[in-house]
């Protein structure tokens, strides 16, 4: 006898299919719910930084490193090459203005300014005999005007009396023509002799003056010369100290090739190395200060050298008020140069959370210590030591400012202690 089987209403079939549904129900739902919340972090409070917000003066500036030098720095360069025969002074040597430093050799100069010498003593020997003779010349001329203005005033009587003595028919035509030919005879000759005594006096003194003007151009010369060879002595140009020197007896030294420099007395600068990033920022008169034996000293910028090299460029700065005593050349001094005037701002100190935010949101903690959680700020300027808050934070407030680096996508930091 056949027996009715009764279908089951839960199935094993089923059953799967329902949990299955439900799982994936479940995974969904708990995905919503994990992502809408804020994913979490416990930090140890001694592995983080935690700092206030505090109002305070800042002032934008930026560390550099300056070399003391000497205020005023003169170079030594062969102004005429040659063998170095002799050394009066050694390097580091304290000098006076004038004070012998080397001394060089050059016989090829020496030869020249023999020769010139020469040609200069033949040239005012030459000028001599020739202005002799040029007086010479015109005391003859003078001579013979003196002769040509006698004959003309005899002339002259003749020719007067016997034109008296025609009108009194004393003498005949033919006397008075001959006395009157020779009158206008000795005339011209006379106006003829003063014409090239003239052109004669002009011709001397413009052959003079070339003359004189020649002898002039080569004692110019001679000068020149003498001074070439007296430039074959070194000498300090200034009162100062000696150093770098850079020549030894027996070296050979090509015209304008370095020999050392004085360094003046008077004073120190200082020399500063900024990157090329400040560069239209930095100009004259900017101020810098700098901590020497516990005490701050102020500097100025006086220049500011605009070549850039390896991404650097230099400004000489010079101080103001007291210079530090005890401070020497080449010394490197530690510079804060500011770049801006002293303002009030909102002030949070520098940290390693700046490199993971870039500044644009940090890690707030909560008024009870417990936790920190992410808040939006706007960072403006900066100097070593803070940064400015634009916005965002208020006085008091206490930031983590440590690395961010292992805070990737954490909303909220549980503090333990």
Do not use: C
Not at 145 to 170: F, G, H, I, P, T
Not at 311 to 333: E, S, Y
Not at 349 to 370: A, C, H, R
């Amino acid at each position: 006898m056949d027996r009715v089987i009764q279908k089951k209403k839960w199935s094993n079939k089923r059953l799967m299919t329902i949990a299955g549904i439900a799982g994936v129900v479940v995974l969904v739902g708990g995905s919503i719910l994990f992502t809408s919340g804020k994913s979490k972090l416990n930090v140890d409070t001694e592995r983080i930084t935690v700092s206030e917000i505090k109002k305070g003066t800042f002032q934008e500036f930026i560390p550099v490193n300056g070399v003391v030098m000497p205020l005023t720095t003169i170079y030594l360069d062969a102004v005429e090459g040659g063998r170095v025969e002799e050394k009066y002074v050694e390097d580091g040597a304290n000098l006076k203005a004038g004070d012998a430093i080397i001394k060089l050799s050059n016989t090829d100069l020496e030869l020249n300014l023999a020769n010139q010498e020469t040609a200069v003593y033949a040239a005012q020997t030459q000028m001599q005999i020739s202005h002799n003779n040029a007086q010479q010349n015109t005391i003859t001329k003078l001579n013979q005007m003196a002769d040509v203005d006698n004959a003309y005033l005899e002339a002259e009587r003749v020719y007067q009396l016997d034109k008296k003595l025609l009108d009194q028919k004393a003498i005949g035509l033919q006397e008075f023509k001959a006395a009157q030919n020779a009158y206008k005879y000795q005339l011209r000759r006379k106006r003829l002799t003063t014409q090239i005594l003239k052109q004669d006096t002009t011709l001397i003194r413009q052959e003079d003056q070339q003359a004189r003007e020649q002898y002039a151009h080569m004692r110019s010369t001679l000068q020149l010369m003498r001074k070439k060879v007296a430039d074959l002595t070194v000498r300090a140009p200034i009162d100062g100290q000696l150093t770098s020197m850079d020549a030894e007896v027996g070296q050979n030294k090509n015209k304008g090739e370095h020999l050392g420099q004085i360094d003046a007395q008077s004073g120190f600068k200082v020399r500063v190395d900024i990157e090329e990033h400040y560069l239209s920022r930095i100009y004259n008169g900017l101020m810098g200060d700098f901590t020497f034996a516990d005490k701050t000293y102020k500097l100025t910028i006086k220049k500011v050298f605009t070549q850039v090299t390896n991404g650097r460029f230099q400004v000489d700065m010079q101080f103001v008020g007291a210079v530090p005593k005890g401070i020497r050349k080449g010394q490197t001094l530690q510079i804060r140069l500011a770049l801006s005037d002293e303002t009030t701002a909102l002030l949070v100190p520098k940290g390693g959370f700046y490199q993971q935010t870039g500044g644009n949101w940090i890690f707030k903690v909560s008024e009870d210590g417990k936790t920190a959680y992410k808040t939006d700020i706007q960072i403006g300027r900066q100097n070593p030591d803070y940064y400015e808050v634009m916005q965002g934070l208020k006085p008091g407030d206490k930031v983590i400012t440590s690395s961010y680096e292992n805070y990737d996508n954490i909303q909220e930091l549980v503090l333990k202690k």
